[in-house]
């Protein structure tokens, strides 16, 4: 069974940084592209960032672009988004996605982030 | 990368269908025949619905099709059932690796 599980959200000041992983298992990893989707508290949602299955390739959206960082780790089968410059309006629920065929196929249950001082 | 355009909310009664529209520009939906619709209900994560524009994953209902003209996509559920009060989101790819989401519809069964 594919499971995504993220961690790492939480309360940081505006203009802080912070760290979310997204543990991935049930599926071989390294052969997939993967995708954060980012959704504010009654909001729709919003693509944040691609990684090629190699880790070599990596895209951003404009709003995040030169602030956050898409990464991951095949060895521990875990992606990874570092995210600086924190801003009151990135105050989200942050997804892992699996990218299949330009979809996005599997989720994890999302980590919270919340800027504010 | 300005957010694809849908109808804010969408009722129907249960049996009768009803289309989502999401419409984009050239530089998106109507460059590129790939569009995918997720359905979020309160508290959970989306879920794919239809991908490449019409393609249904394995386990979707076939009450739930997708089509595209020009640079509008469209969603239609038939048979409307109360399970399918939820949100919707379009969403496109947009060339160079990025995609663009719609802004949702929330479907409401009367």
């Known amino acids: 069974e594919v499971q995504l599980l993220e961690s790492g959200g939480g309360l940081v000041q505006p203009g802080g940084s912070l760290r979310l992983y997204c543990a991935a298992s049930?599926?071989?990893?390294?052969?997939?592209?993967m995708n954060w989707v980012r959704q504010a508290p009654g909001k729709g949602l919003e693509w944040v960032s691609l990684i090629s299955s190699s880790g070599d390739a990596t895209y951003y959206a404009d709003s995040v672009k030169g602030r956050f960082t898409i990464s991951r780790d095949n060895s521990k089968n875990t992606l990874f988004l570092q995210m600086n410059s924190l801003r009151a309006e990135e105050t989200a629920v942050y997804y892992c996605?699996?990218?299949?065929?330009?979809?996005?196929?599997?989720w994890g249950q999302g980590t919270l982030v919340t800027v504010s001082s | 990368q300005s957010d694809l355009t849908q109808v804010a909310s969408v009722s129907g009664s249960p049996g009768q269908s009803i289309t989502i529209s999401c419409t984009g520009t050239s530089s998106d939906v109507g460059s590129y025949n790939l569009v995918s619709w997720y359905q979020q209900h309160p508290g959970k994560a989306p879920k794919v619905m239809i991908y490449?524009?019409?393609k249904r994953p394995s386990g979707v209902s076939n009450r739930f099709s997708g089509s595209k003209s020009g640079n509008t996509a469209s969603l239609t559920i038939s048979g409307l059932q109360a399970e399918d009060e939820a949100d919707y989101y379009c969403?496109?790819?947009?060339?160079?690796?990025?995609?663009?989401f719609g802004t949702g519809t929330k479907v409401t069964v009367l």
């Open positions: 996605t699996r990218k299949y065929n330009y979809a996005f196929d599997y």
């Open positions: 049930g599926f071989t990893f390294s052969s997939y592209v």
């Open positions: 490449e524009g019409s």
């Open positions: 969403c496109s790819y947009a060339g160079g690796s990025t995609f663009v």
